[in-house]
């Protein structure tokens, strides 16, 4: 199993910026993508950025293209999310994910694939 714990969350006014991190614990070796999600009032949870670890490759949701960077220190076995000109939509509790994929070196952009979650943070943009 892995554990996940997410941090970093907060309140920001719009075009702010934020740091998520994410710190796996455990059998982290069975995780070769890591992912954020993130789910406002109302929504369905949505696929933010992944990243394969080791090779990093990348995927970014359109909404977040340009302003939000996903990446790994694998020393440390942690996750980032860097996000910039933050804006209210992007108001949502943000989730760590991560899983294992067989075959190829892209990440699901699913949620139903992934097999560890964090408990989420909370960002607020006003």
């Known amino acids: 199993h892995v554990q996940l714990v997410e941090s970093g969350g907060g309140s920001v006014q719009a075009g702010g910026s934020l740091r998520l991190s994410c710190a796996a614990s455990?059998?982290?070796?069975?995780?070769?993508?890591m992912a954020w999600f993130r789910q406002a009032p109302g929504k369905e949870r949505e696929g933010v950025a992944n990243i394969y670890r080791g090779a990093g490759n990348t995927y970014y949701a359109d909404s977040v293209k340009g302003r939000f960077t996903v990446s790994e220190e694998r020393v440390t076995n942690t996750l980032y999310l860097q996000m910039n000109d933050l804006q209210p939509e992007d108001t949502a509790i943000y989730y760590c994910?991560?899983?294992?994929?067989?075959?190829?070196?892209?990440?699901?952009?699913?949620?139903?694939?992934?097999?560890?979650w964090g408990q989420g943070t909370q960002v607020t943009v006003s």
């Open positions: 455990g059998q982290t070796w069975s995780a070769n993508c």
């Open positions: 994910a991560a899983y294992m994929t067989i075959g190829g070196s892209y990440c699901s952009k699913q949620s139903s694939a992934y097999s560890y």
